[in-house]
């Protein structure tokens, strides 16, 4: 279930503009009308009849984003992050609806807290916003949450996002469980008696620097057993934030061998490798780390053939004296929803590494289906969720145009090529440049 807060519908024509949509397989200079948040026209002129006309020369029309993976840290820490401004920066960012994760204080185990989240979000949320309960109670791996319960309260899937489920029997009851909600399971693949103590990949670089590694195997390795479980259970899954070759050879190998998984990978994992921690800034820390060349490029390749088929942020806010501690103290995360779009145009889609369509699609479409939401669409009579680009626009990341409460982005001082010029969300204008 996604929420959002009340408002009424701006009707649009859309003039002039490069639509770019995959799933209709549309890429021509069109307009776009909306009305009472309904796609209703698409043509080469259409009247606009006294509605708002938005002029799109120059720009790219696509279905707008969303994003599987996000933390809001409310409750319990809205000093980073509240409902109200995570989704004022989604939609910067060009998102028409986010997941948030549960790894909240208290967790989001029960309905009573599930059910607090989902009527804030009806008074808060700037674009749909859709809750994941944990997979175990306090997320400490001992005992199954109430599934049926919470999927009734509105739960959009369920996760231990921040912790492995360890247990090997306890994962396999959850996938058991979970097939009478309907809902997804999305996992964090972690070995933690292997990645304990570790700071930053294990490889050259953490040997020079002297910090203490966290293996690519002790994600591989939970990654293998997760998708042996929902093969044996034949249940589908969801693998979040993918950093390790190892991990997206076993999600080939377990797709080609008929698993119903699906699997997202960062724009930080795209981009940067952990040749960047070399830096010692802590917004280049984050679980899982940057690895490898081989690792990213692995990674990029799965993204472009499918095999991945989900971009996430992965927006993980800290308070900027959390950030501003030694590399080793600091904690792991960074933030991505505004700048998740530009940093992937800049960094793949301009050097001709990938695709504007495909990434428009593992944007859009592939996060919406890997938790069976309706994905965003450019067709007559489908909702109103919009995202007008500007590709070629320049502009330099700094802290004071985030809309998040929190500013520790990898980006910080970087010049990137790509914005957002207005969201569509549900019909609303959620966001306009």
């Not at 749909?128 to 005992?143: H, N, T, W």
């Not at 964090?188 to 292997?194: G, Q, S």
């Not at 061998?257 to 280049?284: F, I, K, M, Q, W």
Request: with cysteine; glycine share 8%; proline share 6%.
């Amino acid at each position: 279930m996604l929420v959002m807060k009340d408002g009424r519908f701006d009707d649009l024509v859309i003039r002039g503009a490069r639509v770019v949509e995959p799933a209709e397989g549309i890429d021509a200079t069109l307009d776009v009308r909306t009305d009472a948040g309904i796609v209703t026209e698409i043509a080469t002129k259409v009247d606009a009849n006294g509605h708002r006309v938005v002029d799109g020369t120059g720009l790219v029309l696509a279905p707008a984003f969303v994003d599987p993976h996000v933390h809001l840290r409310t409750p319990g820490r809205e000093d980073e992050e509240t409902i109200a401004s995570g989704t004022r920066a989604a939609a910067a960012g060009g998102f028409c609806a986010i997941l948030a994760m549960p790894n909240t204080e208290p967790v989001v185990d029960s309905a009573a807290v599930l059910g607090a989240l989902v009527e804030r979000a009806r008074a808060e949320a700037e674009v749909p916003v859709g809750f994941l309960a944990s997979i175990s109670k306090s997320q400490r791996g001992g005992e199954l949450t109430e599934m049926a319960e919470l999927a009734d309260a509105g739960a959009a899937g369920f996760s231990d996002d921040g912790v492995p489920v360890a247990s090997a029997g306890l994962m396999r009851r959850a996938l058991q469980y979970v097939q009478v909600t309907g809902r997804r399971l999305a996992l964090h693949c972690e070995e933690p008696t292997l990645s304990r103590g570790g700071h930053m990949h294990e490889g050259a670089v953490s040997a020079e620097l002297g910090f203490a590694g966290y293996p690519s195997v002790a994600e591989s390795l939970m990654v293998e057993r997760d998708l042996a479980l929902a093969a044996y259970e034949g249940e589908p899954i969801h693998l979040l934030h993918l950093s390790a070759r190892e991990s997206v050879e076993a999600l080939e190998a377990a797709q080609a061998a008929g698993v119903a998984a699906t699997a997202e990978v960062t724009p930080h994992h795209l981009c940067l490798t952990d040749e960047a921690v070399r830096s010692l800034d802590a917004n280049v820390k984050m679980n899982p780390p940057l690895r490898a060349e081989d690792d990213r490029r692995a990674l990029l390749a799965a993204l472009r053939n499918g095999n991945i088929s989900a971009v996430a942020s992965d927006h993980a806010p800290h308070a900027r004296h959390e950030k501003e501690a030694p590399f080793e103290a600091a904690p792991f995360g960074v933030t991505g929803l505004e700048t998740a779009f530009a940093a992937l145009n800049t960094h793949l889609v301009e050097p001709g590494l990938l695709p504007l369509e495909t990434l428009l699609e593992r944007m859009s479409a592939g996060p919406a289906r890997a938790y069976g939401l309706e994905p965003p669409r450019i067709a007559v009579g489908a909702p109103a969720n919009l995202v007008l680009l500007d590709p070629n626009a320049s502009w330099r990341v700094h802290e004071e145009s985030f809309r998040s409460l929190s500013a520790n982005s990898w980006l910080l001082g970087k010049t990137l090529r790509g914005r957002v010029r207005m969201t569509v969300a549900a019909g609303r204008v959620a966001f306009e440049a």
